[in-house]
């Protein structure tokens, strides 16, 4: 199989799907993490195909009990007092592979393993069904043995839910729902995910894709982490390019995830619902200018 593989996706929607045919697991705070079991080594990268082997020295070590051949999907956590700690997964993800290994050494990270993409007998199995590739997947990983474990799944509709409202505390922020039949189908946004969010003002720091023509956001949290947003609609779009296309090209720079995106003048704020993941998923409703602005066109402000 090839390395990296593009991660299957997720649609953020206002209710969860039910009825015949789906299933549910809670969405964990951490890292997305595609783990690879090849013979005498192990591999991982993130969603967004970045290499990360050297800072999870832990989870690469848990892993080698995995049967050579086997490629699995999954999140890398960290807990701290029986909750998730996004903080010290966003402190392991941008850290050193020195530093990685003091940080395991401190603080271990789990892997909650929700997919299973290649099998040691039967080979790469993505097309298959996700309710088949889930028992494949219970029986690559046998008795769940901490810290690589499947996250709990159910075919319940009421049970999802309760899982969306008590384990929020827990740090899970939302649910995700699965066909039952579908294959796994890189880069396509197959699944649906209930997350629990808030509405944020959030700085625009830079972009993807071209300024007259922007694909996603990079933008500022509260907490000072930056992030892209999930794939613009033609609204903000053509809200955030005239402000884009004045500003005129910066330096490009990363997300704490290694996301590249093109930097921009301060100045252009994105109306956002945001969830509240160390990798969270930030929905831009609409954009506008801030008041007297750099990249405003050199006539100030108002709504883009």
């Known amino acids: 199989m090839e390395f990296p593989v593009r991660p299957l996706r997720a649609q953020t929607v206002p209710d969860l799907p039910g009825g015949p045919g789906w299933w549910y697991e809670p969405e964990f705070d951490g890292q997305r993490t595609l783990l690879f079991r090849e013979e005498g080594a192990v591999r991982l990268h993130t969603g967004t195909g970045r290499t990360v082997t050297a800072l999870w020295p832990d989870l ?3 892993a080698t009990r995995l049967p050579p051949g086997t ?3 999954g999140v890398a956590v960290i807990w701290r007092d029986g909750c998730l700690d996004p903080a010290a997964v966003h402190a392991r993800a941008g850290a050193s592979p020195v530093r990685a290994r ?4 401190t603080l271990p990270a789990s892997y909650a393993v929700f997919d299973l993409l290649a099998h040691p007998v039967h080979g790469d199995v993505r097309a298959l069904g996700y309710a088949e590739r889930r028992g494949l997947l219970l029986d690559v990983l046998g008795e769940p043995v901490p810290p690589v474990q499947p996250v709990p799944a159910t075919d319940d509709h009421e049970t999802a839910l309760i899982w969306y409202e008590a384990l929020r505390d827990q740090g ?5 729902a699965k066909p ?3 294959p796994y189908r890189p880069g396509a946004a197959d699944w649906r995910c209930l997350r629990h969010s808030e509405s944020a003002e959030l700085p625009v720091v830079g972009y993807t894709g071209a300024a007259s023509l922007p694909k996603a956001l990079a933008v500022e949290l509260p907490d000072g982490r930056r992030v892209l947003t999930e794939p ?7 809200q955030a390019a005239p402000f884009l296309t004045a500003a005129g090209a910066r330096e490009r720079d990363r997300t704490g995830d290694g996301e ?12 956002a619902r945001t969830g509240t993941a160390v990798h969270a998923a930030v929905r831009v409703v609409a954009v506008r200018r801030v008041f007297g602005s750099e990249g405003s066109g050199g006539g100030g402000g108002g709504a883009a």
């Open 71 to 73: 490629v699995v999907d």
């Open 180 to 182: 039952e039949d579908s």
């Open 260 to 271: 590249a995106y093109a930097g921009t003048a301060p100045g252009l704020v994105a109306l």
């Open 172 to 176: 899970i922020e939302g649910v995700i």
């Open 102 to 105: 003091e940080l395991a050494g």
């Open 60 to 62: 690469v070590h848990a």
């Open 232 to 238: 613009l609609g033609a609204g903000p779009a053509a």
